[in-house]
């Protein structure tokens, strides 16, 4: 069971090789990268890859790592028992699978997607460590033990909003994604959009780099951020010399909404092109 990429997500060697060491270790793997670098798509490709369902639980600020296990709905169990409903008597019929139980309880392999760990509290990845370590948990309320019937393949993103414990991270395998480089964009572009014409596609990148290599920037654009750029140039027709000759000064790029994401940044470019003319007048 190895991870070779898919046609339809671009995966470097080191990515591939990191997957394939989780699998091989058994270990949760650990995904950081700046957000938008495709991180949470990694899970669904790998799961399409090897052919497995995906169990996908996105974390929140108010997730507890109980909600990935089960919840016990007691507020329906009083309100069942004040109608006379005889579900009452079975404590079962109140107990809410959570996403790692669905994993647990899936008769072949898996994949497991636990997205922006960092989201939730502190003590979070803590609370797990006993189940990413046997994969079991015990259901208190009806003295049952759930324990995996295949290990899954677990894969938790971080978008590093906040450290990690350090017991946490000794038990997964990381990989830290790299902001693409010039080629590898090339070829992230080519899968969404094969008949981008080529100059337009040069002169967007040229634009796109610059961008992000601007001192100050509040945000830097992200792939995906790209993606829908290049999706509006297309859309709009607009044409490659409309995006300037490739000084990031010179002028704010069209449609730069799908770049700029804030405020500051767009006045940031406005003062750079500002100063800009005044230098050359």
């Not at 495709?38 to 995906?54: C, H, I, S, Y």
């Not at 008597?89 to 008769?107: E, S």
């Not at 290990?151 to 990690?164: A, F, G, V, W």
């Not at 572009?189 to 509040?218: I, M, N, S, T």
Request: proline letters at 5%.
């Amino acid at each position: 069971m190895r991870f070779n990429g898919t046609d339809t997500y671009v995966a470097t060697d080191d990515l591939m090789l990191a997957v394939n060491a989780a699998i091989q270790l058994e270990r949760p793997l650990l995904i950081k990268g700046e957000p938008g670098t495709g991180k949470t798509m990694l899970a669904e490709e790998v799961a399409k890859a090897l052919d497995q369902p995906l169990f996908q639980w996105h974390i929140k600020s108010t997730t507890k790592a109980q909600h990935g296990l089960y919840e016990y709905d007691a507020v329906s169990r009083l309100r069942d028992s004040q109608l006379g409903d005889d579900r009452v008597h079975d404590i079962g019929n109140y107990i809410v699978r959570g996403r790692l139980w669905d994993a647990f309880a899936h008769d072949g392999r898996s994949v497991v997607l636990i997205d922006e760990v960092d989201k939730a509290d502190i003590e979070f990845p803590n609370d797990l460590l006993r189940e990413l370590d046997r994969m079991e948990f015990y259901v208190y309320e009806t003295q049952q033990l759930v324990k995996a019937k295949q290990r899954p393949l677990i894969i938790i993103t971080s978008n590093n909003e906040k450290e990690l414990p350090d017991a946490f991270l000794r038990r997964c395998f990381f990989h830290y994604i790299r902001f693409p480089d010039r080629t590898t964009m090339e070829q992230i572009v080519a899968v969404h959009y094969p008949d981008l014409k080529k100059q337009l596609l040069q002169q967007a990148l040229e634009v796109f780099f610059e961008l992000r290599e601007v001192p100050g920037l509040k945000k830097k654009p992200s792939t995906s951020e790209l993606l829908d750029w290049l999706k509006l140039l297309m859309a709009e027709d607009i044409p490659p010399e409309a995006l300037h000759s490739g000084d990031p000064r010179q002028a704010i790029p069209p449609l730069h909404g799908a770049l700029l994401k804030n405020e500051q940044d767009v006045h940031l470019f406005e003062r750079l092109a500002f100063m800009h003319r005044r230098s050359r007048s």
